[in-house]
């Protein structure tokens, strides 16, 4: 049974930071490609962030969190991260981690608030 586990989320200003995590189990992580999706209230889920399997030595971003967001991985851990930085408040929304393997799995999303 696949697993992706979100944590790190919460309420944070606007220009601050959150590292969000996602634990993967049940599946063969190494060959997943991995990502970060998200989902504002009203609005559709989008894409955020992917890193390659294997090493992870391709990543994309979102225009819209370019040079603010990285990403990240650790195969001997089953784990990959997001790392925001200077965080505005469209940003607020649903983070979900996203594994793609021989099939698609999603997490079940970790809520990310950036208010004052």
């Known amino acids: 049974q696949v697993q992706l586990v979100e944590s790190g989320g919460g309420l944070v200003q606007p220009g601050g930071s959150l590292r969000l995590s996602c634990a993967a189990s049940g599946l063969t992580f190494n060959s997943s490609a991995m990502g970060w999706f998200r989902q504002a209230p009203g609005k559709e889920r989008e894409f955020v962030s992917r890193i390659s399997s294997w090493s992870g030595g391709i990543t994309n971003y979102a225009d819209s969190v370019k040079d603010r967001f990285t990403i990240s991985r650790d195969n001997t851990k089953d784990m990959v991260w997001l790392q925001m930085n200077s965080l505005k408040p469209e940003d607020t929304a649903v983070y979900y981690c996203?594994?793609?393997?021989?099939?698609?799995?999603w997490g079940q999303g970790t809520q990310v608030t950036v208010s004052s």
């Open positions: 996203h594994a793609l393997g021989s099939n698609a799995y």
